[in-house]
């Protein structure tokens, strides 16, 4: 693949003959092109009570997962925990759920780490795992130097080397960072990145995003379920959403009736699902995602330390937030 400097100095046309050329050595073409529209749960890890990875009891939840429509499993997305796992399980965790995904559905894996080198390595091993694709976060501990300049160079760089397609993941209430706009619009361009999940919540920005990189073959994903409908609204072809763990037929529903132009009991069912996403994400985050899969039937349990467990007071709060929208 070519350095970012000379793909930007191609002509058009030129890219194109290159694209097309990478395709093919990559062993997909644009008539194959990787279609993400649809539902993707970012799935949590279970542990066991000693903190291991409680492999039996994902695929318990991934057997629950089969049943319902979505397009595809996230795995190792912020919901996963990954910081929190070494690169072992990382990759592990994505050959279990490798070896259980029904044909057909996508198997998107979170390769993104600190650096551009262990990012690139972390990608073939995901790749060599069975990810379909990789969802690359942004680097973000020198967030201050964490520039366009810098995050396209990064990005660049792994989507060269990556075997499987790239999408972006920019989710600036964990990382304190967003992808900036000018760097998401030239990092659209690249042939081996065929998106972005944006967690922000910025519609305005989802529909800059969508205009910007019309002529492209880039696709945004919805970061979050509060904002799924608006993200449809603004040309979103799906969405990654914590939520889908433990309300994933009424996410895929949601998704039927943006797609099919049922606006206006898409827009009754949106508003049930952002008090208890807000719940589950931003107020009281992951240990409030697996509290509230147990009441949903999933194994969801601890988290691994240092995330704490609810207290009393917040799980009450989760359970006010699901039930007085009718879930629980
Ligand atoms: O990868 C994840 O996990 C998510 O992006 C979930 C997201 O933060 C949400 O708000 O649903």
Redesign the pocket.
């Known amino acids: 693949m070519l350095c970012a400097r000379v793909w930007r100095a191609l002509s058009p046309l030129g890219r194109g003959a290159h694209l097309s050329a990478w395709r093919q050595t990559l062993n997909y073409s644009s008539a194959a092109r990787l279609d993400l529209s649809g539902i993707y749960p970012?799935i949590g890890t279970p542990f066991t009570d000693k903190e291991d990875v409680d492999y039996q009891k994902l695929e318990e939840n991934l057997q629950k997962y089969a049943q319902i429509p979505f397009k595809g499993l996230?795995v190792?997305?912020?919901?996963?925990e990954y910081p929190y796992l070494t690169e072992e399980e990382r990759v592990e965790v994505v050959r279990t759920v490798r070896r259980s995904l029904p044909a057909g559905k996508l198997l998107m894996a979170?390769s993104g780490c600190e650096s551009t080198r262990a990012t690139v390595q972390l990608t073939e091993k995901m790749a060599a795992a069975g990810a379909d694709a990789v969802?690359v976060v942004t680097p973000c501990f020198y967030k201050g130097k964490m520039d366009s300049r810098a995050l396209i160079q990064h990005f660049t760089k792994v989507a060269d080397c990556s075997p499987v397609p790239v999408v972006l993941?920019s989710?600036p209430?964990?990382t304190g960072l967003e992808l900036p706009l000018d760097a998401t619009v030239e990092l659209a361009q690249h042939p081996n990145i065929f998106g972005l999940?944006d967690?922000g919540?910025d519609i305005t920005r989802i529909g800059l995003i969508v205009h910007k990189t019309k002529t492209q073959d880039f696709q945004v994903l919805a970061?979050?379920?509060?904002f799924l409908m608006a993200a449809y609204c603004v040309g979103a072809v799906g969405?990654?959403?914590?939520?889908?763990n433990i309300l994933g037929r009424e996410l895929c529903e949601l998704e039927r009736l943006c797609v099919s132009g049922h606006w206006e009991e898409a827009r009754v069912l949106q508003q049930r699902l952002i008090e208890p996403?807000a719940t589950?994400?931003?107020k009281l985050g992951?240990p409030a995602l697996k509290q509230a899969m147990e009441w949903f039937g999933f194994h969801g349990g601890a988290c691994r330390s240092p995330l704490q467990p609810l207290t009393e007071a917040e799980t009450q709060q989760l359970r006010r937030d699901f039930s007085s929208n009718g879930w629980l």
């Open positions: 970012p996230v190792q997305g912020s919901n996963g979170g969802l993941y989710v209430a964990n999940k967690s919540g970061g979050s379920a509060g969405g990654v959403c914590a939520l889908a996403n589950v994400t931003r992951v």
